[in-house]
């Protein structure tokens, strides 16, 4: 079976025509999300070939298992290894898109490091109309100031703190059975009084302020164990409903399917890490991801790494199916990742943040 590569090398005015119009069946096919036949493919692009020399190509084609045709009068679509061989053909293009719909990530001021790549990844998923996620270093001498105190139930409560850097951290703790809901008005109180001394304290019950003592250093000790683990990059996701728009994921096994990277957090680190390692935009399609997920073979994930004074600090990762516009999306992410590398390595040399 001949790959993408030995026919690439073929010279030829016929192999060259083959990739042509491989090429063109999987543009249209991605814009129109319709089988192909030799006709319409005439009628977009290719007029100085005649439907019957482009059927027997189809024929060749499918031979090779690039295209598949569900029924015997009807066109054609491609197959995975067909998205691969025009993703390959077309993740090298030094294109330049989606600089203005970009704009606002260009002028960000703060040290909500956090913050301002969590709305990146919101507006590139807005753009792309994909779920997105991504990896973020570790940025030391982030603390903690803010600390909120909810009630779950009965027997547990939650504690949600926010950093500096605009992280969102939440634990979850055992509720003392003898806390009212008027008690945890004094433990906001009184956890606020912890973080920032700013605020008057008010005489508590011993019996209540030995419970927020406990609860506060719970809190604290846990957060500190987490910041502490740096062998792991913090991963932030985004726009998973957008997968309800595609075809593909219209029943519920398919959408579970396709969620199913989510589930598994050292599935995505894994993707991410390994973009970060090749350093370049990188596309997996298809069976490519049964070793990170239980995805079928309708899905892609395609990912670029972003930098802090040219040192690769994370990558940023779409999902969606196989049928997608490839090459506007390399272009944008490559736009998306340069300008994020700016302003983070602005934003880190203005306010002194290590990493």
């Avoid at 969590?118 to 600390?147: C, E, W």
């Amino acid at each position: 079976m001949k790959t993408f590569d030995t026919v690439k090398k073929k010279k030829s005015k016929k192999s060259e025509r083959e990739i042509q119009i491989l090429l063109g069946l999987v543009d249209l096919y991605i814009a129109t999300g319709k089988t192909v036949s030799s006709k319409s493919l005439q009628e977009n692009g290719f007029d100085a070939i005649s439907p019957a020399t482009i059927r027997n190509y189809f024929v060749k084609l499918e031979k090779e298992g690039y295209l598949q045709q569900q029924h015997s009068s009807g066109g054609r679509a491609p197959t995975t290894k067909a998205y691969k061989l025009y993703a390959q053909h077309f993740i090298e293009e030094d294109l330049q898109q989606g600089n203005d719909l970009l704009e606002p990530l260009k002028n960000y001021e703060g040290t909500q490091i956090a913050l301002y790549l969590q709305k990146a990844a919101q507006l590139l998923s807005d753009i792309t109309h994909t779920p997105v996620f991504l990896s973020s270093p570790r940025f030391d001498h982030d603390f903690i100031n803010d600390l909120k105190v909810l009630r779950l139930d009965s027997q547990r409560l939650m504690c949600v703190m926010l950093t500096d850097f605009g992280l969102i951290h939440t634990e979850v703790l055992p509720c003392p059975k003898e806390i009212s809901e008027d008690d945890i008005k004094d433990l906001q109180i009184y956890f606020n009084w912890r973080i920032t001394a700013e605020e008057e304290y008010i005489n508590l019950p011993p019996k209540l302020i030995e419970i927020g003592k406990e609860l506060y250093n719970e809190v604290m000790i846990r957060y500190i164990v987490n910041y502490s683990n740096f062998t792991h990059n913090d991963i932030f996701s985004t726009s998973f409903s957008k997968l309800l728009a595609y075809p593909e994921f219209s029943d519920a096994y398919s959408l579970a399917s396709g969620l199913s990277l989510f589930e598994n957090e050292d599935s995505m680190r894994s993707l991410l890490k390994k973009c970060s390692k090749f350093e370049k935009i990188t596309a997996w399609i298809g069976e490519d991801l049964e070793a990170y997920s239980d995805c079928t073979n309708n899905c892609c994930v395609i990912a670029i790494p972003y930098k802090i004074n040219h040192k690769t600090v994370g990558s940023i990762a779409l999902l969606g199916p196989n049928r997608l516009p490839y090459r506007e999306l390399f272009s944008i992410l490559r736009t998306f990742s340069q300008v994020i590398s700016n302003t983070l390595t602005a934003l880190t040399c203005k306010f002194k943040i290590a990493y």
